[in-house]
């Protein structure tokens, strides 16, 4: 390729980088994913490196970020804020700590000493303070100046406004991260395609009292300007910002050696997706303040430090089709067929829509280009698409008002609380009638929080509803074994397996009962109220009576929501019919009255792996009883984690990570037994 060709290439590279960069850092709606902006910013490097004539004053060696929005004030950065150069492999950190070596003229046994600091997915922000006092603060921008946002930043309740500590500097740039956690975020995904661009988006509100309502977070981590800044090492920095009122990141570590710090990487990578902000990397930095000095700068990142980026959770692909799922309470999940790809190691090839709202929101059409996102168990979703790469012909996807299943009318349900129709449009039938709904509702009928029979999963209930065996939830009693015996993949041993399984599931308690049902807006928790208040199967049954129903609303917790959703259960003459016979079928135990001062009162417990001999629905049945509680989170307010066979490693490694108890089925049976 001739110099001209090859100035054209590069040139053409610059261009989409500025590109991405203003839609990143100015405008808050990334068109790429990270992976694919970090590639770009490479091939850049590389082009430089290789052909010395290839430099543009706009080069990602030479610029950080973008130029300040025009509507705030800009303002220069006492210290430039860095950029920081990648690394994806053992190699790269290996070159990483040869060039330090190399730098200092030690012996290549000389050991260093490094701050691994997980790197939150946020918008970077410097705070100025004087005399332990707030005075300014400003965005990344460009890395020489950035925009005064200081109002927004006052909004934020983990950034100090005045600092007493006689330690802290007479003057000091205080540098870290603003963003939004991900349990938050829930709230204002219907605003905001991720938290990164819900941060980004918050702190360029033009009125302060905007930004307040967002609960942002501010972790810190570093430095820019200082005077009288008496501390050797970033360890030593990070412990004092701690102290004198800053949040900083709980996973810190001091690390010697490559090797440790790629233990270290795989443990964190694990549990990225269990942690309640996002991270994309860790960053590694000499520890020794005095070395960092010495290391200095190249172009516009640190020689003592790199970030080391995790595999990618982000792809881009093809939208082949949109097909609609129909679920047990008849709502109507659109979901995006796509050209498969990898993304963090899984293939995906289908993404979910949300709803109907969600589509016209985005204006998403099949043979859109689209970025796909997945983030540990999270279904992927589809967070924005590529207008400018539409096809000519691209039509509108239309939502159907009748139901793919049974041509019911869709319909929105209007809110009580909200005073708005909901965001799902659902099939009206009600009871059994639409053939995937009724599907839906055994296959909840038999999960493990419902009548919990063992063998008969999804893919059972799938097989057995095509060679029609079953209907209705009650034929599950009723299965014709002889039958089965001759379907490829059964035998006598596996046929007699299920029929035991089954067999031994006749028994069951009434609020396990009234959850399998599948009623709408009842889950666990609202049956057991229900079942506390009702006490056995023949006051649930009398629930057909309107007044009777009526009698719900005493029920702490239970609202008209629920009274209308069970009005509408038992109006239906299908459903009436599937209550009686399985009545007729089963053993439906009373309520049974659980210890309010058991042994384990204010004890919470969280179950993970296959217990012996015994169910976890059991198991946390018999935990409830004795006034324990069940929680579904690995937190600081767990107590205990119950661990069978075969356990999720994570939860284990986070409760271990936290200073929560793990204990074995014996451990738990012991505390079971234990007398108040």
Known sequence: MNEKLLKKEYLKKISQLQKFNLAYYDKSAPLVADSEYDKLKKDIINFERKYDFLKSPNSPSLIVGFKPSKNFKKKRHRVQMLSLSNAFNKEDLINFEKRIINYLDKKNDF??????????????????????????????????????????????????????????????????????????????????????????????????????????????????????????????????????????NPLNKKIESINNLLENYKSLEKKRNNLDFDIDGIVYKVNDFELQKRLGNVANAPRWAIAHKFSANIGVSKILNIEIQIGRTGALTPVAKIKPINIGGVVVSNATLHNEDEIKRKDIRVGDIATIERAGDVIPHITSIEIQRREKNSKKFIFPTKCPSCGSSTIKDFNLVTKKNDAVRRCSSEGFECEKISKEKIKHFVSKE??????????????????????????????????????????????????????????????????????????????????????????????????????LLN????????????????????????????????????????????????????????????????????????????????????????????????????????????????????????RG
């Open 555 to 674: 029920i702490d917790g239970i609202g008209e929501t629920q009274i209308k959703s069970i009005k509408n259960f038992f109006t239906n003459k299908t459903n009436l019919n599937v209550v009686y016979e399985l009545d007729e079928i089963l053993s439906i135990e009373d309520n049974k009255e659980f210890e309010k001062n058991g042994p384990l009162r204010n004890k919470t417990f969280m179950l993970t792996g296959k217990l012996e001999g015994i169910s976890r629905a059991e198991a946390k049945s018999l935990i409830e009883q004795k006034s324990g509680s069940i929680i579904s989170n690995v937190s600081k307010k767990l107590d205990y984690l119950i661990v069978g066979e075969k356990p999720t490693k994570r939860k284990v490694d986070t409760a271990n990570e936290i200073g929560v108890k793990v204990l074995n089925q014996n451990d738990l049976l012991k505390m079971l037994n234990k």
């Open 450 to 551: 419902a009548f919990n029979i063992e063998g008969f999963g999804k893919k059972i209930v799938e097989n057995f509803w095509n060679l029609r065996l079953i209907k209705f939830p009650q034929d599950v009693f009723k299965l014709d074994y002889n039958k089965i015996k001759n379907l490829d993949g059964w035998g006598n041993q596996s046929v007699a397996n299920l029929k035991y399984s089954i067999d031994l599931r006749k028994k069951i308690s009434l609020e396990r009962f009234i959850y399998a049902l599948g009623i709408r807006h009842i889950g666990l928790e609202n049956a057991k109220l229900i079942s506390k208040h009702l006490k056995n199967i023949k006051k649930f049954l009398e629930l057909s009576k309107i007044n009777i129903i009526n009698d």
């Open 111 to 248: 050991k260093i000493e490094y701050s691994a600091e997980p790197k939150i997915d946020g918008i970077s922000a410097s705070l100025i303070y004087k005399k332990g006092k707030f005075i300014t603060g400003l965005s990344r921008g460009d890395g020489k100046q950035g925009e005064d946002i200081t109002e927004n930043l006052k909004t934020i309740n983990d950034i100090p406004q005045n600092i007493l500590d006689k330690d802290f500097p007479e003057e000091i740039d205080i540098r870290g991260e603003v963003f939004i956690k991900n349990s938050d975020f829930k709230k204002l995904s219907n605003k905001f395609a991720n938290p990164r661009n819900a941060a980004s988006g918050s702190l360029r509100q033009k009125d302060p009292n905007e930004t307040k309502k967002i609960p942002l977070k501010f972790i810190a981590y570093t430095f820019g300007f200082q005077r009288n800044l008496q501390i050797k090492s970033q360890t030593e920095f990070l412990k004092n910002l701690n102290k004198w009122g800053f949040k900083i």
